[in-house]
């Protein structure tokens, strides 16, 4: 199976979660305003938690990471590159449109993180071990883990 249909699989099949800044429901009114403050005041900050998360899993769980171009449909492969060039894709890729990063964890049960520019982390089907160090990773970046 290639990458993009395995993508495509975990993204339509797998449970899903984000990571993000505003918990799924929040009692102001003007949520969305939140999020654009957040995004427009917090993206170095932001794309830091996401990068120290990302490396993470990476360090702990054999991994293939790709770098999506929709608007040229073409795939990087950075499985064999450093962190720093892995934060300053994080980065890129949120203040950008047109690009996604997709990080495959190969273990018995494959999972994936999917990052683009809507300021968020989705991570589909991880396990059950996955999911706690996902929700003590997010608690420690004071960011929200919940389901999508």
């Known amino acids: 199976m290639d990458y993009l249909s395995k993508i495509n699989q975990l993204q ?3 449970e899903g979660y984000s990571i ?14 939140l999020e654009v403050t957040n995004f427009e005041n917090r ?6 938690k996401i990068a120290r998360i990302a490396r993470t899993f990476m360090r702990r769980y054999g991994n293939r990471v790709f770098l999506h ?6 795939c990087l ?16 890729i949120l203040e950008k449109e047109q690009t996604s990063l997709n990080i495959i964890f ?3 049960k494959d ?6 520019s809507f300021c968020q982390l989705n991570i589909y089907n991880p396990d059950e071990e996955q999911l ?11 960011l929200y883990l919940k389901r999508i």
């Not at 492969?77 to 890129?92: F, N, R, Y």
């Open 12 to 14: 339509e099949h797998g």
């Open 20 to 33: 993000d800044y505003l918990p799924l429901q929040c009692l102001d009114e003007r949520y969305d305003d």
């Open 43 to 48: 993206l170095e900050t932001f794309s830091e």
């Open 69 to 74: 171009e929709r608007s040229q449909d073409k």
């Open 77 to 92: 492969s950075l499985c064999k590159e450093g962190a720093d060039l892995i934060d300053q894709t994080i980065k890129s």
């Open 106 to 108: 190969e273990n018995t």
């Open 111 to 116: 999972m994936l993180f999917s990052l683009d």
């Open 132 to 142: 706690e160090l996902l929700e003590d990773l997010a608690a420690e970046e004071n």
